[in-house]
């Protein structure tokens, strides 16, 4: 973690909160005033679990679900939604009583693609894209893009932290957003007021974590 002034933001749920630091990062898009570490809800269960309960309430009742489409690493996230998902205590929409949990491979040129043997879990499917943060919208966007491209249809976007509502086309449901973080603040890097400012960049962050300056 970045030796910046670092805490979390709680909830009523136990295993559910935010890591995060402030100070001034650069991801692949963007300058950011604070890094969102997601580390441990990506990979240990019951962090995953208590996401994945958060955000079911969003779609266990008037959305279909055949696939659920990982971005970022969080396959754990999308298999413990999976589960809440066709538990038996409630009816599932989805007809075949079971989801599929995919994860995209990419080109050299960062375009989504699916192979033949995955390809036939988007085509006429309903995809449920989960990020681990929507800020910018650039890869939500290109999910969604390439969910129709492959014959697809979104049913929405989900995320552990998200600024935009609406991104694509669609809703972004979120457990964290800027009422959690009302300074957070994301520029480009050519209008970033911090470096305008003089002040250096304390870590390069993207979705595997940071590299510190």
Known sequence: MPTNESYK???KRKNLFLRITKGHFA??????NYYIDVTTQKTRLSEAQAVAKELLSYYQHNTIVDTILCLDGTQVI?????????????????????????TPEYTTGSQIIFRDNTAPM??????????ASVTTGY?????????????GTVVGISAIFAT????????VNSV?????LPDYATHSAHECPWCKEGKKLDALVNSFGYSKL
Request: with cysteine.
């Open 27 to 32: 991801t692949s898009h963007s300058h950011i």
């Open 9 to 11: 933001i709680r909830t």
């Open 122 to 131: 988007i085509k006429g499917k309903h995809v449920l894209i989960l990020e």
């Open 176 to 180: 964290f957003n800027p009422k959690d």
């Open 78 to 102: 999308g298999t413990c939604l999976a589960n809440e998902l066709t538990r038996e205590d409630f009816v599932n929409l989805n007809a075949h009583q079971t989801i599929y949990v995919v």
């Open 139 to 151: 890869t939500a966007e290109a999910a969604v893009e390439a969910v129709k491209y492959y014959g």
């Open 164 to 171: 935009l509502e609406k991104c694509g086309g669609h809703t």
